[in-house]
Every structure is written in C-alpha cells, then in structure tokens.
C-alpha cells in the first residue's frame, strides 16, 4: 500500500530584484530525495552553478560532471572535472527550466550524485549528471544555484521540493 | 526577453509534464523503498503494485558489484520473454552516441560503468494499469566517475499483450545490487 503523499515543497524563493545567488539551507533531512525547480532567466549567457555543502558550501575541486546536449542542428557531449561547483548547464537571457535532481541527498555512506535537465526553448537542452565527492560523504543540507557573474532576473523563481520515500 | 513562466497553466503547456513539481504537488506517493543491505542482492522486485494510479515513478541510487559495463534491466509480471526493446541518446563526456536494442528479454533502464561511484535514475512508467496499450518507460539516469561517466535518456517498451503492470524486476546483466543501493517506488495519481 501507498504510504501517503509526498513530492513536498520545501522552500520557494521568487527575486524582487536581481540577484546573482540564491541559497537554500537548513535543509531538513527527513526526504529521500530533493528536487530543485529553476523557472527565469539570467542577465548574460553563464554557468548555472549549482554548490552543495553541509554546514556550508563546498568550494573545493571536488565536483564532476558528465553532459548531453542538443543545440538545434547538432548533439554533443562533454565533461568537467575538479570544479568548485557543479557549473553546467547554461543559464540563457531569455525563458528557461532547469531542473536539478538530488539523489539520496541525506545518505552519509556514499558520494553524492546528481541528475539535471535543462529546457532553453530559445537555444538548447541538456541533461547531465555530476558527482560531487563530498568530504566524509557528508549528507547536503545546503544547496546554492549561482548565475556565475552574472544575476537572474526579476521574477525568476526557486523552489525546492522534497520526496520521502516509505 | 521571452515572459517568464508565471503558472501551472503555462509550465504545463511548455510540457514539463511529469518534471513539473507543482502540477504532481500532493497525488505523488510513496509506494515501497528496496535498500540493499551488506550481503548485496541479486535482484530487486516490486510487487503486489497497487492499481489506484495512473503512472509510476521509480527512483534510484544503485551500486553495482560488478567492476565494468553493466546494464539495469527492468522486467513486467516475471515476464522472460523476449518482449522488450529500448532506444537511447546517451553522453559519454567526448561524444553523443544513440543506441538501440532489439528484442530482449529484459528492458535496459540504466548503465554502470564502474563499480567505484553511485549511479542513479529517474524512471518514468506510464499509464501502467492500461489493459489496452504496451507500455512505454522513459528514463533519465547515470553515473558520474570523476574523470568518466556517461549520461542516458532511455525509451523502452514492452510490447506483450497489453496487461496492467503488477510486479517489476530489476535485475543487472552481470553485476548484483552492492550495499546501500536504494530503490523507491512511487505511484503518481
């Protein structure tokens, strides 16, 4: 039988004016995953950085990742090692969803793996998946979502859910 | 610059569908959770699957015990039966690549490429309990290794007679599921 419902929102965060980061901490630890919802736009073509940490953000070389990307006339594929955050995919100027999916996230015996799928109508997708090798494979209790040097735009929108699993 | 989304409404018609939290927010529920324990597992199965929902939702961070290439298979109401094909755009970190299996006994959903490093998924099972359609299985997963890793978006479909979905198998094509893999079940309304 079902256990009951799930798929909570945590947390939503709307910006009333330009801002370059936006932080989710204290993060409870009661789900079994986490799902982070990006819905806006970025002020110039940059990273979408996304920072994981417990207590606080990890800035070390400790993140990897692995992408699939369309562009409209061509798929590609790359990948990033030693980053101080997961720092794909692109976050556009106009309209775009980017969804970051955190598995396990409060597991303490493992890395922490993450999957994510980015929607430009206007310029591309992708999907990727990253690894961040946490120290200790400490649990994520704090996320940021970076427009690296730039800022997103007023009205983007934030949310952060939780799914617990029976 | 294009508006941004501002409702349900719109989210919806830009087809996020299922990715789209906010249109699943309270009909998402907790079906089973298999974790692995220390002396590993062969197989993992899901059954007596309620018929109250209208699509599944598998979600998982897997380990495998083997130390190479290895597939995730998912099999319908202990069907062995070479009723499965898949179709699937994966990301190597060098190279986009798509890929097709013919008819097999079991539905690739998701690949290890080592046994040092977690690799999860998000599976998709839709409208399972149709008694009328084959069912179709969508499925975004991977594994990242620091330095290797692959990214897949996998199609499968199991072409039987239609029959609602009871019980799935998950099973690897060499390996067995290693201490700590977790797969959870979730029925979406």
Same mark, same amino acid.
């Given at each position: #039988?079902?256990?009951?419902?799930?798929?909570?929102?945590?947390?939503?965060?709307?910006?009333?004016?330009?801002?370059?980061?936006?932080?989710?901490?204290?993060?409870?630890?009661?789900?079994?995953?986490?799902?982070?919802?990006?819905?806006?736009?970025?002020?110039?073509?940059?990273?979408?950085?996304?920072? @994981?940490?417990? &207590?606080?953000?990890?800035?070390?070389?400790?993140?990897?990742?692995?992408? @699939?990307?369309? %562009? &409209? !006339?061509?798929?590609? %594929?790359? $990948? $990033?090692?030693?980053?101080?955050?997961?720092?794909?995919?692109?976050?556009?100027?106009?309209?775009?969803?980017?969804?970051?999916?955190?598995?396990?996230?409060?597991?303490?015996?493992?890395? +922490?793996?993450?999957?994510? $799928?980015?929607?430009?109508?206007?310029?591309?997708?992708?999907?990727?998946? =990253?690894?961040?090798?946490?120290?200790?494979?400490?649990?994520?209790?704090?996320?940021?979502?970076?427009?690296?040097?730039?800022?997103?735009?007023?009205?983007?929108?934030?949310?952060?859910?939780?799914? =617990?699993?029976? | 610059?294009?508006?941004?989304?501002?409702?349900? =409404?719109?989210?919806?018609?830009?087809?996020?569908?299922?990715?789209?939290?906010? @249109?699943?927010?309270?009909?998402? *529920?907790?079906? *089973?959770?298999?974790?692995?324990?220390?002396?590993?597992?062969?197989?993992?199965?899901?059954? /007596?699957?309620? %018929?109250?929902?209208?699509?599944?939702?598998?979600?998982?961070?897997? @380990?495998?015990?083997?130390?190479?290439?290895?597939?995730?298979?998912? *099999?319908?109401?202990?069907?062995?039966? %070479?009723?499965?094909?898949?179709?699937?755009?994966?990301?190597?970190?060098?190279?986009?690549?798509?890929?097709?299996? =013919?008819?097999?006994?079991? #539905?690739?959903?998701?690949?290890?490429?080592?046994?040092?490093?977690?690799?999860?998924?998000?599976?998709?099972?839709?409208?399972?309990?149709?008694?009328? +359609?084959? +069912?179709?299985? $969508?499925?975004?997963?991977?594994?990242?290794?620091?330095?290797?890793?692959?990214?897949?978006?996998? !199609?499968?479909?199991?072409?039987?007679?239609? *029959?609602?979905?009871?019980?799935?198998?998950?099973?690897?094509?060499?390996?067995?599921?290693?201490?700590? /893999?977790?797969?959870?079940?979730?029925?979406?309304?």
């Amino acid at each position: #039988m079902a256990a009951g419902s799930t798929y909570t929102p945590i947390a939503t965060q709307t910006l009333a004016s330009a801002t370059t980061t936006v932080t989710f901490s204290s993060i409870p630890q009661t789900y079994t995953d986490l799902i982070l919802v990006f819905s806006g736009a970025s002020t110039g073509t940059q990273g979408y950085r996304v920072g @994981l940490g417990n &207590g606080s953000i990890d800035t070390g070389t400790d993140y990897s990742e692995t992408f @699939l990307s369309g %562009s &409209g !006339s061509a798929a590609s %594929s790359g $990948r $990033r090692t030693g980053y101080p955050a997961i720092v794909d995919p692109t976050v556009y100027t106009d309209q775009q969803t980017i969804i970051h999916q955190f598995m396990n996230y409060s597991n303490t015996s493992t890395y +922490k793996t993450v999957l994510y $799928r980015s929607n430009s109508a206007g310029n591309e997708v992708t999907s990727g998946v =990253a690894l961040w090798r946490a120290p200790s494979n400490a649990a994520i209790n704090i996320i940021t979502a970076t427009a690296y040097t730039q800022n997103f735009v007023v009205g983007s929108t934030f949310t952060l859910y939780g799914i =617990a699993a029976a | 610059m294009s508006p941004l989304i501002t409702t349900k =409404a719109s989210a919806s018609a830009q087809g996020y569908g299922l990715f789209s939290p906010a @249109l699943v927010t309270g009909n998402f *529920q907790s079906i *089973q959770t298999v974790t692995v324990g220390a002396g590993g597992a062969s197989n993992i199965t899901f059954s /007596s699957i309620p %018929s109250t929902f209208t699509h599944l939702q598998l979600r998982w961070i897997g @380990l495998d015990s083997y130390a190479s290439g290895d597939s995730l298979y998912m *099999q319908f109401n202990g069907d062995t039966g %070479s009723n499965y094909v898949q179709h699937a755009l994966y990301g190597s970190g060098s190279s986009a690549v798509g890929a097709y299996t =013919a008819a097999t006994t079991g #539905m690739p959903i998701g690949y290890s490429n080592t046994n040092s490093y977690p690799f999860v998924g998000v599976s998709d099972i839709l409208d399972y309990t149709s008694v009328n +359609k084959n +069912k179709t299985v $969508r499925t975004l997963d991977g594994q990242d290794a620091n330095g290797s890793g692959y990214v897949f978006l996998h !199609s499968g479909l199991w072409f039987n007679t239609p *029959q609602a979905i009871t019980s799935i198998k998950l099973y690897f094509g060499s390996g067995t599921f290693a201490q700590f /893999s977790s797969f959870a079940l979730y029925g979406v309304k």
